[in-house]
């Protein structure tokens, strides 16, 4: 084991010792409020809504297209968005009479983060 300067060492189980530093380190990230990370995780974990921000990868789109697209309803697609607006994944805009749905930089990130995993997988 690696000598450590007058901390106190922590004795986990037997032999296995952690410095006090690390053992509160590993005590605060595994006491970390998740929440908002599982609700993240949760709106990714639907089929239908990654088609939708892989579709919205290629072009902003109204709800109409989608529709035409998929074999979802419009109300349907529009829960689906809601979900993904709220975890701040996509945004939309009004043009005309249309609600226009983008990826927000977020989304835009993780899709590409999402999509570069698997390519070396």
């Known amino acids: 084991m ?4 007058e901390e106190k060492i922590i004795k986990v189980k037997d032999a296995y010792c952690l410095p006090e530093d690390v053992f509160s380190a590993v005590h605060t990230a595994i006491n970390e409020e998740m929440e908002e990370i599982v609700s993240l995780f949760k709106v990714l974990a639907d089929p239908t809504r990654l088609r ?14 989608l529709v035409e697209c998929t074999d979802q309803k419009h109300s ?39 999509e570069k995993y698997f390519e070396k997988t």
Do not use: N, P
């Open 2 to 5: 690696e000598e450590v300067s």
């Open 76 to 114: 349907a697609l529009s829960y689906h968005l809601k979900l993904l607006k709220e975890a701040g994944l996509v945004d939309s805009r009004r043009e005309r009479s249309f609600q226009i749905y983008y990826l927000t930089e977020f989304g835009c990130l993780l899709l590409k983060h999402i």
């Open 52 to 65: 939708i921000l892989r579709a919205l990868e290629v072009q902003s789109l109204c709800v109409c297209v």
